[in-house]
């Protein structure tokens, strides 16, 4: 509960964006919290912001896998926009968009996680650098590394599901 | 598909940063989760998991799954399918054995390893009798020993295989129970060909490359051997395959039989005897009437067996997808225990809702509401194994049930040398359009499972294209 008052908007946030759907990000969110309630009780965790941002950007991932449709028609969206201003309802019919989200959910996770931290989440190096364990530096690498990977795929006129299932950009 | 550059990935990621979700939404998805914080916090406290860890923990249970997996699989028939070969010496030895009308012999096996998770651990072995009519069907009265949690288990069983009927039986003394089962006529017609049957044995090693090895005396009999170490005796399933035949050189019948065979990376070893045999054997109707005493139950009454047909495959694949979220990795049968079997080991942990729904369903079934663990403490220790039984025959009917019957359709095809291909790794539900389980139907046409489950019959060059297109 305490991860929820603290944390709670901030990772929904995130899974809203990496969902383009708010219906799908309050399910999501529901799911995050009993499985970080279940791993409270078998496990040691000893960063539990960070944990549960990485549960959160693997279940929106896996989410986008199991529904493999790039395109969601507008009206199979229950709630699509926050407002009228919000970019959500037409970030949903961007295939520009939603070609980015597919080949970053095609990362190895510690690329997809330093990714989506800094590009997504606008989050800065040092942070992110505490989160995952490294330093700045390497998560700038990485970073940079995952953005060459991105512009080349993106950059073909190849889709990145004919790619390799994980690119390990890390390394 | 556009090309992007860098730039405009740039752009598309800070449109992404700048989503806000509503104020609305996200309060919702807060309050929703306070909710289902306590709700799941008291229900894990209070309602079935008590139940369910007593229950997977026992090592009755344990034992009565690992039976409950045997008695499909021996009473399959299977993998000990095949058909009549064109080897010549043996060829004879075969003849002869099928002019026989009955005989008996006894079987002894040794499992090594784990089945699956959570089963046995320590080493499995089963002895008994088996008495083989063409006429009335096969009975077989075994006894088995595991070693569970370091403690040996023993557990009758007498099993009636009755073609005439179709119907088998296995009957459990220790426990009064029995089971009945009906067989369709695709199982009953493989059933027929019985397990561990020495006629398929023979027909086994006809079929594969197999080498005489010389002379020998077993009690007193001069025997001449046969041993193949050919995979594909085997229907190609079993790693490390080693079979050997002993034929008593003045009747030309079977003396001995000896299998060896690894199953899976947890199953080490399997090793198969049959010995003692007597051909022309006396028989009479009444050894194969099942005797089943008053006081035993029934705890499955409308138990049916798998079904080995594309429906059942597509039922078990669909069952699989729901408890898994995913289509199983492999369709073998021990493959695919081990993967639905971790599963459910670990229903505790899941967050499955189909899983949460199933473990519901079958403690409901059990007649078990509120606190369990209380109710279960003032069983007395009879009540409470009949309790556990009543769990494990749920358990084989409502889980393995369907897994077998992809199991079995799936070894079948193998057997068949159907050519089947499998590619549950790389396909998910929402793949219309690509192949997860193919076979031969005839000589130009294809049978396709897709991944959406629907099912088509398409011809050798779509099967190639197809299949080309699957993701690697």
Known sequence: ?171 | MSKISEEEIRHHLELLSRIQPSAQSTDRAVQRIRRVLTEHKQATKTKNISIWRIIMKSRITKLAVAAAVIIVVVLSGLPFLGKKGSGIALADVLQRVEQVQAFMYKMKTKTTGNMQPGMPSGPMEMTGTVLVSTEYGTKMDMDMNMVVNGTSQKMRQIMYMLPPEKKGYVIMPEQKQYMQMEFSDDLLARTKKQSNDPREFLRQIINSKYTDIGKSVIDGVEVEGFETTDPACLGGMMEDVKVTLWVDRKTELPVREEMYYKMNEQMQTEVVELYDFQWYVQVNADEFKPVIPQDYTNPLPNYKMPTMSEEGAIEGLKFCNQMLGRYPKKIDMMNLMNEVASEFRSIEDSNNPQALKLRERIVEKLGLHGNTKEQMSKLSQEEKTKKIMEFTMEFTTEVMRPVQSLAMFYMTLVQEKKEPAYYGEVVTPTDADKVLLRWKASDNEYRIIFGDLHAETITPEKLAELEAALPK
């Open chain 1, 1 to 171: 509960m305490e991860l929820l008052d603290r944390s709670g908007a901030r990772l929904h946030t995130l899974l809203t964006r990496l969902t383009l759907r708010e219906d799908v990000a309050e399910e999501l969110m529901q799911e995050l919290f009993v499985k970080l309630s279940d791993v409270a009780t078998s496990k040691k965790v000893s960063n539990w912001d960070a944990y549960a941002y990485r549960t959160a950007v693997n279940l929106a991932f896996d989410w986008r896998r199991r529904n493999k449709q790039i395109f969601v028609p507008l009206e199979a969206v229950s709630e699509p926009a926050s407002n009228d201003c919000s970019p959500l309802a037409g970030l949903i019919r961007n295939e520009a968009v939603q070609e980015v989200l597919i080949a970053i959910g095609r990362l190895n996770s510690t690329a997809r996680e330093a990714f989506v931290m800094r590009y997504i989440q606008q989050e800065s190096y040092e942070s992110i650098a505490e989160q995952l364990e490294k330093t700045p530096h390497q998560v700038r690498a990485l970073c940079s590394k995952v953005m060459n990977y991105l512009r080349d795929v993106l950059g073909q006129n190849r889709t990145p599901s004919a790619g390799k299932e994980v690119h390990d950009v890390e390394n």
